[in-house]
Nanobody
Framework: QVQLVESGGGLVQAGDSLRLSCAAS????????IGWFRQAPGKERTFIAA????????TYADSAKGRFTISRDNAKNTVSLQMNSLKPEDTAVYYC?????????????????WGQGTQVTVSS
C-alpha cells in the first residue's frame, strides 16, 4: 500500500525558510506525479507545486513561483518543498499527494494517495 509521510513543519518567523519532505513508500513511483498542497483554517485545499518523478518536470501555482521550489531525491524516494521568505499567510497544513497517472495537475481530485500533513505556522 502506498504511504506518504510529510515532515519538516514547525513554527517559524516571517522571512524564515523551511524545507518540507515527503517520504514515499509502498509503490513504484517512477511514473508518478507528486504534488504539494496546503489547507489553511476555513479554506479549501489549494495546489502549490507538482513534480513528475521520471524526468523531474515541474509545475507551480502562480502564488508559489519565486519563493517555493519542489524537487526530488530518487535515491531516498523523497520529494521536498523548499519554502523561502515565509509569510504569515503561508500558515497552513501542508500535504503531499501522489498521482498514479503521471500527469502534472493542480486539482486535488486527480491525486490518489495523501499524507497526513504537517503543520507550518509563520508568525510575524
Amino acid at each position: 500500500q502506498v504511504q506518504l509521510v510529510e515532515s519538516g513543519g514547525g513554527l517559524v518567523q516571517a522571512g524564515d525558510s523551511l524545507r518540507l519532505s515527503c517520504a514515499a513508500s509502498g509503490g513504484t513511483f517512477s511514473r508518478y506525479v507528486i504534488g504539494w498542497f496546503r489547507q489553511a483554517p476555513g479554506k479549501e485545499r489549494t495546489f502549490i507545486a507538482a513534480i513528475r518523478w521520471n524526468g523531474g518536470r515541474t509545475t507551480y501555482a502562480d502564488s508559489a513561483k519565486g519563493r517555493f521550489t519542489i524537487s526530488r531525491d530518487n535515491a531516498k524516494n523523497t520529494v521536498s518543498l523548499q519554502m523561502n521568505s515565509l509569510k504569515p499567510e503561508d500558515t497552513a497544513v501542508y500535504y503531499c499527494a501522489a498521482d498514479r497517472q503521471s500527469v502534472l495537475g493542480s486539482s486535488p481530485s486527480r491525486y490518489d494517495y495523501w499524507g497526513q500533513g504537517t503543520q507550518v505556522t509563520v508568525s510575524s
